[in-house]
């Protein structure tokens, strides 16, 4: 089954070095998950200084600076990954770095038909 594993921290929660080595821990994960078959793809997220979100109403679109919601901690990154259950999910989401200083949040992910493949 697909995880997304959504990884949820304050901005300012590591130093640029922090967040480099980080980089670094997180491409290694990436490099073991995929070797046992189990990575789909992962990608920092840039500041939500730089996000937009998009909302429909009666047909008209609102276009607005920033995130939908405030909060403490903001979505910066996602591992994609398959797991054998929501117990292997949670022994992965415990590797990766984020987890140390923010919240992984895990959500299995509903195949849909008629999707394009990768």
Not at 85 to 97: M, V
């Given at each position: ?15 640029e070095v922090e967040r480099?080595?980080?980089y670094v821990e997180s ?80 959500r299995p992910v509903i ?8």
């Amino acid at each position: 089954m697909k995880y997304m594993l959504l990884i949820y921290m304050a901005e300012n929660a590591l130093s640029e070095v922090e967040r480099e080595h980080c980089y670094v821990e997180s491409a290694q994960l990436a490099q073991e998950l995929h070797a046992k078959g189990q990575f789909l793809s992962t990608a920092p997220l840039h500041s939500i200084a730089t996000s937009t979100s998009v909302r429909v109403r009666d047909g008209k679109p609102f276009v607005t600076d920033g995130p939908f919601a405030e909060a403490r901690e903001q979505l910066g990154g996602f591992f994609l990954i398959d797991a054998q259950d929501l117990d292997e999910a949670i022994a992965i989401a415990t590797q990766i770095p984020g987890a140390r200083v923010g919240t992984v949040e895990i959500r299995p992910v509903i195949e849909v038909a008629g999707l394009p493949e990768p």
